[in-house]
């Protein structure tokens, strides 16, 4: 039916947003060029950097306009904010007004806080339309906002050579920040305004094995999206090869508009051809047949089980899975870390006020802190950790592996998803195994300072905090409720601004100590202030050491939430093959 065709549309829009409003992962791109504009120290640079994130700390406002405004309104309320913000950065960095330091503090802020708005519109989108596989859903949308910085960095190169001589590249990075996401959005009103009714979303269970093999398709050619980007973007040596290059990358974006036409076609075909070749059945089957359905679909909301009684049933599925306690001071330890207050079913709603009094949202919220915005950080620092090794040539090369790898980390938070069945393994599992690269690629970045470890380091680094950004979604959705995930995951990336501002502070702080030690390179005088460039590895090895001890507290705390839900996993999981069970029986 054409309602099932206009859903997958929907997917395509959110695909389109994420890819073009990622732009708070191009701010190493111009950041120089705005700290030499403003005259402004590092750690006043870091500040800056670290007020983009701060508008995380507003995201929760975007639920609030949901509750009163269309979702079109609030779509377009975050390109119009991205538009003006961006645009009064580039009148700074172009030297065509002067703005001070506290304004363009708030446009970065604001800029922030329009990302967010997008995120959550398309959180929203694909929980709506995709009830039974929104986990699919949210990871393919959301890995898509990982090539933002590559398709960024090839219309600025494309861009180059016919802007004026008067636009460098960060200006030229400004005005995409500023005008690519309001053309975007635009244009994904269009399946937005024709998204279909809730009659038309909600369908039987088996029909979500057919949108999972949809999901896998569309997964495989992001995959390649992917490694068209990575590899080809290298090679991106003049404007006109980057042109051609940026052509079949939008090509690919394109192509998912292939699933829409395939799913009404079909339909179409089932209607009209198949249907007078079967055979009419008795209407008691089919009663029975929607009771049934009707049963299933209780029984398979998305990983969300029934209460598991402490005394009886909760040792019964800790025996039938093998979770051994231990024995001694340890059993004691045990209880008190592991059982004391942990989730006991998958999907229960969570008000904010009851989320804040949960140790599993606690030891979530640092996992993150101390995983994923580690990685965010990171990036933000690219420009000044490639200029302190001199590889600033190789500035744009090195943005292109981290957002690729960030894609890539972003599409394999899709496995726990497709080897569901197959691999039993609690989400929150995943989510520590996605963190353990951080720490390794940090403590390679501490010892060594070679292009070729930075491009290792990058890309781990990339890969774990993609993953992470993914997952998370998922992840909060079935620990604490898919209808309150507005502003429960605004709540959880409250830590995005406070760690950007601690670790942005730690890497600052060593760099202008180490400028001052280790060899400055220039010493510009601006505004009868002095701009410090450091230069040698010293300039971050520190940093990258405590990064990665912060990082081992992070792996350290998912291990512990893995712990503490993974009952809650195992029990959604046997509820799970149950009425899948159930299905098959009447199906047969």
Known sequence: MAGQ???WMIVVATIWIQAFTGTNFDFSAYSSALKAAMGISQVELNYLATASDMGKLFGWSSGLALLYLPLPAVLLISALAGLGTYTLQWLVVTSRISLPYLAVFLLCLLAGCSICWFNTVCFVLCIRNFPLNRSLALSLSISFNGVSAALYSLFASSLSSSASSSLSSSSIYLLLNATLPLFVSLFSLIPILRQPPDDLIHLPVDNASHDTHRFLLLHILAFFTGLYLLFLNSVSANSFISAIILAGAIVLLVLPLGVPGVVYARDWAHRNIYSSFTLELPDAPLIIQNDVSNDIDELTKPLVSERINRNGE????????GMLKPKGVWTWLYKKVVETNRLEMLGEEHCARRLV????FWLYYVAYFCGATVGLVYSNNLGQITES??????LTMILVVYSACSFFGRLLSAIPDFLRGRVNFARTGWLAIALVPMPVALF???RAGTEQALLVGTALIGLSSGFIFAAAVSVTSELFGARSIGVDHNMLITNIPFGSLLYGQIAAIVYDINGTKYGVRNVVSMQHEYM???????CYALTFFIWGCITLLGLFSSFLLFLRTRQAYAEAERKRRASQEILDIFQD
């Open 314 to 321: 909760l040792n019964e599925v800790k025996n039938r899975n």
């Open 5 to 7: 065709s206009r859903k």
């Open 389 to 394: 090794l001199n590889l600033d040539s190789d």
């Open 532 to 538: 410090v460039v450091c230069m040698g590895r010293k």
């Open 444 to 446: 390679i970045l501490t």
């Open 357 to 360: 009094t949960r140790i599993d």
